[in-house]
Nanobody, 120 residues
Framework: QVQLVESGGGQVQPGGSLRLSCAAS????????IGWFRRAPGKEREGIAC????????WYDDSVKGRFTISRDIASGTLFLQMDNLKPEDTGVYYC?????????????WGQGTQVTVSS
């Protein structure tokens, strides 16, 4: 059974940082895309960062570009999302998602999600 397990969520003040982790050892190949999605309160789930799986290329939504960094640690089989300069609008449930192909984060496989709350 394919598993993606997120951790690292929590509550932080505006301007603070958090690092999310996703245990995803089955998806560390450069033939897999793997990324992060977010569901903000009252909104649809949206993609925010993707490790495209080829040439180390990545994609970021404009809302997080310059503040969030996605990375893979192949040795540990972990996907990370470093989130800096967090804003209240970053609040939501963050999901790790992976695909059996590269080049696009579509979301064939999903984790259970981890809550991030940015509030003073």
């Amino acid at each position: 059974q394919v598993q993606l397990v997120e951790s690292g969520g929590g509550q932080v003040q505006p301007g603070g940082s958090l690092r999310l982790s996703c245990a995803a050892s089955a998806f560390m190949s450069d033939e897999n895309s793997i990324g992060w999605f977010r569901r903000a309160p009252g909104k649809e789930r949206e993609g925010i960062a993707c490790s495209l799986g080829r040439d180390g290329s990545t994609w970021y939504d404009d809302s997080v570009k310059g503040r969030f960094t996605i990375s893979r640690d192949i040795a540990s089989g972990t996907l990370f999302l470093q989130m800096d300069n967090l804003k209240p609008e970053d609040t939501g449930v963050y999901y790790c998602a992976a695909d059996s192909f590269s080049g696009l984060c579509f979301g064939e496989y999903w984790g259970q999600g981890t809550q991030v709350t940015v509030s003073s």
